[in-house]
């Protein structure tokens, strides 16, 4: 009796050791075999191999992913502008100026396309209108109740639900072998943090993208944090390694993105010593998801494609490499 | 014998289980019994406790830490002051316009206190000259040779010594107690990272402080950041509360200061829900450390001790709470 007590008990702290049973079953199950999934195992291998030429010790393991198209869809709009456009019409009581003030008139007409026609200083101060002149804490339920109930235009799910599988994996893939995940994104860092623990196993303090400056100040005695409608910085092209910098203050030795606005972050992570891992998700697919890339407003991929090329970073063929795109496709 | 190999078997395991030894011995020898001792050891045991009414699920268990007069000293000057002052020394001969320039021309004569008189804006002049410039793998390398070898002019000992032993045991206490630990300091990020993790087991992700602006460049084709002179945040006062917000995102259960710099970080830290733990560093020790608060232009404490007193946050007595100091005070 006391003998298999103790295989019970041997057994069960087993149970406990990381990645004992793991190491068994295919830890990337939504990759179809090919090389795009045999050089991310490789990669992982190499670095984890105590003694070998390029082993990396764990507090050192920093892995950065984008996030709009990388690790969840961005079109037929980045999320966010869908949450910012819908915080419009619901705001809109309180701002009838807004009727006759564009970007706002058009938008309220139901004009999407009219609204976002001015460009980068329209997107702006919808951006501003809705996300700033609150308290964080303000902000944050308001994104949780949205982000709840708001459904994607074209499939019908939520959008937490547009995540990619096979980048769900491979987060998590990377943490059980010692790496720290991090979002390095142009979205915004308040926005990303309410959902980023919950859909990717990513807290908020590795979580890294644009945001306004914030103002300390006592209400009644109580303190708050008032977000200000002035841009404190933005997270995207040459900001992604600056807001690594700043928020990390260690070089990645994995990286991956999908477009242009990932290039610099790729050359950071790319330009540090011993092996590194730079990727891009290549949106080929029409059937399951979407296909764009050199000429595409959102999401272009263009530099970073041939920059790819020229330096052998690995090319995630959305069509080839992955077996599923979606979790719920699966179901 | 087999029976023997399953009991060494799972004992050898059971020594993988974080904290079944630890349990066992003084988890903070180098603090006195008495008690801001239990208030700490009773504030990680409610929180820890799976079904209390204080019980934090691990990934909320933020605990932030001041760096200056908290975790290390910060008499005469800050070290980091210490710092730029060596290197305007260093980078002399390469700016001969410094010899009739104020603050460096009486710096350079050796009249520190002269060329201080100038106040912040005097300061704010010495560190741009010595931390911008540069980028940020040049700035590294001269933290990483200074610190490694210029001396206190008090003790004779490194900065790296002059940590405060029973604050490294708290550290560690809170982390093998499944806290994340974070410094939130007014001193420069990019400092402080470069021995937080040797010296606290703090990595430079969990580092926030002052910073200035930084810019992306290709320099013959490798990517590099450089240090600008110009500011992008001061991480003191309301600066701290904004600062946990920017990289960490979550509010903190546990915060140290020492200083009216740290009153917006213990206000913010104490306006959440749940049990919180607020604590300040009284230097109060003339003999092993220094004495100063109310009067003092380095790390004044005066705001922050009548808050403390007012609202019941934990006040550590150098003098009575601390059976040593520093590390080499017990060698």
């Not at 295989?7 to 050791?17: E, G, N, P, S, Y």
């Not at 769900?168 to 072998?177: F, S, T």
């Not at 052998?312 to 077996?323: A, E, I, L, N």
């Amino acid at each position: 009796m006391v003998r298999w007590t103790f295989i019970a008990f041997a057994l069960a702290l087993l149970a406990w050791l990381p990645g004992s049973a793991a190491a068994q079953t295919d830890p990337l199950p939504s990759w179809n075999d090919g090389k795009t999934k045999q050089s991310l195992v490789e990669f992982v291998t190499r670095v984890i191999t105590p003694g070998g030429k390029d082993f990396v010790l764990e507090p050192e393991r920093i892995a950065v992913f984008d996030n709009d198209g990388t690790l969840w869809a961005e079109q037929p709009i980045y999320f966010q502008l869908a949450f910012a456009l819908d915080r419009v019409k619901a705001l809109a009581p309180q701002h009838p100026e807004w009727k006759s003030k564009e970007p706002f008139a058009s938008l309220l007409k139901g004009d999407v396309k009219g609204a976002l026609s001015g460009g980068e200083p329209a997107i702006l101060q919808i951006v501003m209108a809705t996300h700033a002149g609150i308290t964080t804490e303000e902000f944050e339920r308001t994104v949780h109740d949205w982000i709840a109930t708001a459904k994607h235009p074209k499939t019908g799910r939520l959008y937490t639900e547009m995540v990619y599988q096979p980048m769900l994996e491979l987060l998590r893939y990377l943490r059980a072998n010692g790496f720290k995940t991090f979002i390095v994104s142009g979205g915004g860092i308040d926005f990303m943090r309410v959902f980023s623990e919950q859909v990717y196993g990513i807290p908020p303090e590795q979580v890294i993208g644009s945001s306004g400056k914030l103002k300390f100040e006592l209400r009644d005695g109580k303190p708050v944090l008032v977000k200000l409608a002035e841009i404190d910085f933005i997270g995207d092209k040459a900001g992604k390694p600056v807001g690594i910098q700043r928020n990390i203050g260690r070089r990645p030795v994995l990286a991956f993105g999908n477009s242009d606005g990932d290039l610099q972050m790729l050359q950071w992570t790319a330009a540090g010593s011993g092996t590194r891992f730079m990727g891009l998700v290549h949106h080929t697919d029409a059937a399951r998801e979407w296909a764009y890339d050199r000429q595409s407003s959102i999401g272009r991929l263009d530099r970073a494609l041939d920059e790819a090329k020229a330096k052998g970073w690995t090319r995630v063929d959305m069509k080839r490499d992955w077996k599923v795109v979606f979790p719920f496709a699966g179901q």
